[in-house]
């Protein structure tokens, strides 16, 4: 987690040089695991394909075959298999009774102590007080939150006290673009309804 840290000394007043030893960690050739392989979980990996990075995904049903060769994924029954090989960990889960909590404190001990946690789905997907103790202690490397819960966080939270997360207000759809997409499917829904016909994204299938 280096892009925030190294922004405010880029802007600084009081730098006079950049340290030649400050380093990142490489993502291309790492291994993503990706737990939830639906739609937007796929679309991560088409991007992290680009990387050459190595892909693994866990999902509550497996992709087809095709789909898993297109992007290079590779299938993870068990999500420990994921946590235990991954360099970069990224939810892309729905919240229910099954995923509240997902990642608490037993499968961030099975990550690796260089491994980074990205939460894109919602916040209450992680155990936020293991989340806590796990970068606290180092048991992995970093995080960065898309989502929290709640939003915001209370501005004593511990979270915003730690110098290996980047946390962002929940903005991984704010652009224009991406905000009349969504105007425009909600209204095709609503049309499908009114006219009888099959909801083109229904959230509980039938």
């Given at each position: 987690?280096?892009?925030?840290?190294?922004?405010?000394?880029?802007v600084s007043?009081?730098?006079?040089?950049?340290a030649v030893d400050w380093l990142g960690v490489e993502v291309t050739r790492a291994t993503l695991g990706i737990i939830g392989m639906g739609n937007i979980g796929y679309k991560v990996a088409q991007r992290a394909r680009a990387f050459d990075m190595r892909i693994l995904y866990h999902n509550r049903n497996r992709r087809r075959k095709e789909e898993e060769e297109a992007v290079g994924a590779h299938y993870c029954e068990k999500v420990e298999d994921?946590?235990?090989?991954?360099d970069f960990v990224m939810l892309v889960?729905?919240?229910?009774?099954?995923?509240?909590?997902?990642?608490?404190?037993?499968?961030?001990?099975l990550m690796k102590p260089t491994a980074t946690l990205i939460n894109i789905s919602r916040g209450a997907v992680i155990d936020q007080d293991a989340l806590v103790e796990a970068l606290q202690n180092k048991v992995i490397r970093a995080a960065a939150l898309d989502v929290t819960?709640?939003?915001?966080?209370?501005r004593d939270h511990p979270l915003l006290?730690?110098?290996?997360?980047?946390?962002?207000?929940?903005?991984?759809?704010?652009?224009?673009?991406?905000?009349?997409?969504?105007?425009?499917?909600a209204i095709a829904n609503m049309l499908a309804v009114l006219k009888g016909q099959p909801i083109p994204s229904e959230v509980v299938p039938k």
């Open positions: 987690v280096c892009f925030h840290p190294g922004c405010q000394i880029a007043p009081d730098t006079k040089s950049f994921l946590l235990q090989q991954s889960v729905n919240l229910t009774s099954k995923t509240h909590k997902l990642i608490g404190k037993k499968e961030l001990r819960y709640p939003e915001p966080l209370p006290k730690l110098n290996n997360i980047i946390i962002t207000p929940h903005i991984g759809t704010a652009t224009g673009q991406a905000i009349r997409m969504m105007a425009e499917e």
